[in-house]
């Protein structure tokens, strides 16, 4: 099973978003795209699909940006996934093959099984769960960088 890489994307993006939003602030994706490098326009088509998967909210223009459209901790991995790749499917459609037989409904039953259980995993996961907090070192790296 593979999700894509849009997917990636679109976690990196909603954990910085995260991170970095304060209360009525916005995110700015040339923002994000500078800070982890993925490409401005590509990473304006993903954030696009999590604005219609009421993810995020955008506001266009000068001081325009992104806003998270609930509590981080309310956002699943599977909404995020299935906002970018769509739904999880995994159908080998096997069981209407009569020259494959039992063997064919054992196999779709077995990818169906798999299937349900990754979208169980994902939609258990909360992305809040992948934020990971700036060490102190790093906290107080940044904090000279600001001071010059």
Do not use: W
């Not at 490098?37 to 223009?61: D, F, M, T, W």
């Not at 806003?67 to 096997?94: C, F, Q, R, W, Y």
């Not at 299937?115 to 169980?120: D, K, L, N, P």
């Amino acid at each position: 099973m593979k999700t894509s890489r849009s997917a990636g994307y679109g976690l990196v993006a909603i954990c910085y978003i995260a991170k970095n939003e304060t209360k009525g602030s916005l995110v700015n994706s040339n923002e994000i795209s500078e800070k982890h490098g993925i490409p401005l326009e590509y990473l304006l088509k993903i954030l696009q699909q999590l604005v219609r998967g009421n993810i995020l909210k955008s506001k266009r223009g000068p001081r325009g940006g992104f806003s998270l459209s609930k509590p981080v901790n309310k956002i699943s991995v599977a909404e995020v996934m299935e906002s970018i790749d769509g739904p999880t499917n995994i159908d080998l459609g096997l069981s209407d093959l009569k020259q494959v037989g039992k063997s064919g409904e054992l196999m779709d039953k077995l990818f169906n099984n798999a299937g349900a259980a990754y979208t169980s995993v994902l939609s258990g996961a909360m992305v809040s769960s992948l934020i990971v907090a700036p060490s102190p070192k790093a906290k107080a790296k940044s904090k000279k960088v600001t001071k010059k």
